[in-house]
């Protein structure tokens, strides 16, 4: 996916550095992934990326790729600030035309419920978000997309790119 933004020398090298230095990292990119609240890698040294800069960035992917889901994950975030509970935003097929609606509840909604958000622990916890990805970004895709982000700025520093 980034391969085409970037000269293929830097691409292969990317690549290879990519592989070798996320081999111990374990995601689950069919789902939200379940991935550690400090560092999703460790050993990716000054590359690494924290939860909330992963979150952070997932949020303003999905504002871009889902705009009604991203309204409705704005809407738990301040639901959950003003009650101090966690909140869940759950999908639901609207019968008459099939389409997706996407709604907030203070109640896990089985099946339905995709992720919840607690803004006492400033994290969302993933249910059934992003089967098939259809409910936009995966928390795991964002991450990654963010460390290589990250790594690519810190060449460009190492090669005295502006």
Same mark, same amino acid.
């Given at each position: 996916?980034?391969?085409?933004?970037?000269?293929?020398?830097?691409?292969?090298?990317?690549?290879?550095?990519?592989?070798?230095?996320?081999?111990?990292?374990?995601?689950?990119?069919?789902?939200?992934? %379940? *991935?550690?609240?400090? /560092? +999703?890698?460790? $050993?990716?040294?000054? &590359?690494?990326?924290?939860?909330?800069?992963?979150?952070?960035?997932?949020?303003?992917?999905?504002?871009?790729?889902?705009?009604?889901?991203?309204?409705?994950?704005?809407?738990?975030?301040?639901?959950?600030?003003?009650?101090?509970?966690?909140?869940?935003?759950?999908?639901?097929?609207?019968?008459?035309?099939?389409?997706?609606?996407?709604?907030?509840?203070?109640?896990?909604?089985?099946?339905? %419920? *995709?992720?919840?958000? /607690? +803004?006492?622990? $400033?994290?969302?916890? &993933?249910?059934?978000?992003?089967?098939?990805?259809?409910?936009?970004?995966?928390?795991?895709?964002?991450?990654?997309?963010?460390?290589?982000?990250?790594?690519?700025?810190?060449?460009?520093?190492?090669?005295?790119?502006?």
């Amino acid at each position: 996916m980034i391969k085409k933004y970037l000269h293929p020398i830097v691409a292969a090298s990317l690549s290879i550095s990519l592989l070798l230095g996320c081999a111990a990292c374990k995601t689950n990119t069919s789902s939200g992934g %379940s *991935l550690p609240a400090k /560092s +999703f890698n460790k $050993n990716s040294g000054d &590359f690494s990326v924290s939860r909330a800069d992963a979150q952070n960035f997932w949020l303003r992917k999905l504002e871009q790729d889902k705009p009604e889901l991203h309204a409705m994950t704005l809407l738990a975030m301040l639901l959950s600030k003003d009650t101090g509970k966690e909140i869940f935003v759950v999908a639901k097929t609207n019968n008459l035309n099939s389409r997706v609606v996407y709604l907030v509840t203070p109640v896990r909604g089985g099946s339905e %419920s *995709l992720f919840s958000f /607690s +803004f006492k622990d $400033n994290y969302f916890s &993933f249910d059934h978000y992003n089967l098939l990805s259809k409910d936009g970004p995966s928390l795991a895709d964002a991450t990654y997309e963010l460390e290589i982000s990250r790594r690519v700025q810190g060449y460009y520093k190492e090669l005295g790119v502006k």
